[in-house]
């Protein structure tokens, strides 16, 4: 790893806020400046202020080149990661407690964040004690008596959120560079339990003693540095690895690709997932994570399914919902005077008959995935609107529909047309304060509705 000299540290502190593509053709060679190291740190930082708050508050973090801060796991990722641990460890009585407790703080943490323009100061105020442990004796209990190992280090993120519940904390990973960066940053991030190890996470495995937690990011990449999806397509192959990591850890936690078919991984893997999460931000789905640990009983048992999405969070026995697409055994409410869209994680984990039972809420078709219902429903987990009016396809409904509305917000679900061709054919630009749907109705009528958002 390339160490700062005091010139570049200068020059990085002097322009963090400033467009590093400028500074790279305007700023001045100064001697004893390294100024493409300067312009990586500019740049990480930037990134960081709005994707890592709190490493962007801690002075002494050393960044890699952009490409690693765009495919690094975001603060909020990470600590969910972190939450998954301490719960999965912690006594009985906690073992749910960040489905009820936690939502509300990460949301605020998600709030907070700085924007780009923030200075250094103002970024450090945000985050400067996000560091600590929790105060709480499971906490204190957890600390004290728990290891963890980290078998796919990469730059860190995930390994320095989970770190701090643990009293023991290896990092893997087999760049030597990578590890140098590690060992500096942890040291600033003042993780003193934090051990880094240079070498093949799976050689380590299998070398290595028993572990309470262990944590894998499989490389998504080939030999040719084409993106790959199937688990046993990723390096290293988790399913070769499934016993091994079942002997030498209490619980495994696995970072999986958003693409895959939820329910065909924790098939691959034989009845030992425990716990399946699904996580996004921003509506977007971001990772598939699942729990690994031995079986409790003879009969493998069905996992237990999170949703999250930001502070919208829910789960669910997944052997009570296995097809989770049942439609035709609730009738449409006669008066269906809201719409309901579910968020992103929702939407990949298929718990649909989950959303109607939980939330007294209509699907209002096959495969549309969306809801309707006579009253406002709270806490619905995604987005909601009030319905002003529904109509089919047919020029005299279009135009009681738009009634001169000349802009409007376009999404299909389960129709014929996309939400570009909707919009040529309806002549309508993007943007202003009505939303409308095409989908299809039970009875498969395809239908506008015009909606405004709750």
Excluded at 66 to 85: D, R
Excluded at 189 to 207: F, K, N, S
Excluded at 279 to 288: D, I, P, Q, S, W
Aim: proline letters at 5%.
């Amino acid at each position: 790893m390339t160490i700062m000299n005091d010139e570049t540290r200068e020059f990085v502190a002097m322009h963090r806020n400033e467009d590093v593509r400028e500074l790279a053709l305007k700023a001045k060679r100064v001697e004893g400046l390294d100024l493409p190291l300067a312009l990586d740190q500019i740049a990480g930082w930037q990134i960081a202020c709005k994707k890592l708050p709190q490493w962007a508050s801690c002075e002494g973090i050393v960044y890699p080149p952009h490409i690693s801060m765009e495919q690094c796991s975001s603060q909020f990722t990470a600590q969910y990661k972190s939450e998954i641990a301490q719960t999965l460890l912690a006594p009985a009585a906690t073992v749910r407690a960040r489905v009820s407790d936690s939502g509300e703080s990460d949301n605020q943490t998600t709030k907070s964040e700085p924007q780009l323009s923030d200075s250094a100061e103002s970024v450090m105020q945000t985050a400067k004690s996000a560091f600590q442990l929790s105060d709480s004796p499971e906490s204190d209990t957890l600390v004290a008596r728990s290891s963890m190992v980290d078998l796919t280090g990469g730059f860190g993120v995930d390994f320095s959120y989970l770190a701090r519940g643990f009293s023991q904390a290896t990092y893997v990973e087999r760049q030597r560079h990578l590890c140098d960066l590690a060992e500096h940053n942890m040291a600033a991030l003042g993780l003193d339990q934090a051990r880094i190890v240079c070498g093949d996470g799976v050689e380590y495995l299998r070398q290595m003693g028993p572990v309470d937690f262990i944590y894998l990011d499989p490389a998504r990449r080939d030999e040719h540095g084409s993106r790959t999806y199937a688990i046993e397509d990723c390096t290293p192959n988790v399913l070769e690895l499934r016993d091994l990591l079942l002997a030498k850890s209490q619980y495994t936690l696995v970072k999986l690709s958003p693409m895959l078919d939820w329910r065909k991984a924790v098939a691959d893997f034989d009845g030992t997932v425990r716990e399946v999460h699904i996580v996004a931000t921003g509506n977007e789905c971001k990772e598939l994570l699942l729990v690994l640990g031995q079986q409790v009983h003879e009969e493998p048992s069905a996992p237990r399914v999170f949703c999250v999405n930001d502070n919208q969070r829910i789960d669910y026995d997944s052997a009570a919902y296995t097809q989770g697409l049942r439609i035709g055994g609730k009738p449409l409410p006669e008066a269906k005077n809201y719409l309901y869209e579910p968020n992103a994680s929702i939407m990949k984990a298929g718990c649909f008959d989950l959303v109607e039972e939980r939330f007294g809420v209509t699907q209002v078709g096959p495969s549309s995935h969306l809801f309707v219902s006579a009253t406002p429903v709270a806490d619905f987990p995604g987005r909601g609107f009030a319905i002003e009016a529904i109509g089919g396809m047919n020029k005299k409904d279009i135009k009681r529909l738009l009634n001169g509305t000349k802009q409007a917000n376009i999404a299909v679900r389960n129709f014929p047309l996309t939400a570009p061709q909707l919009r040529k054919k309806l002549k309508l630009a993007d943007g202003g304060p009505v939303y409308l749907f095409g989908t299809t109705m039970q009875g498969c009528d395809h239908v506008l509705l015009r909606t405004s958002k709750i």
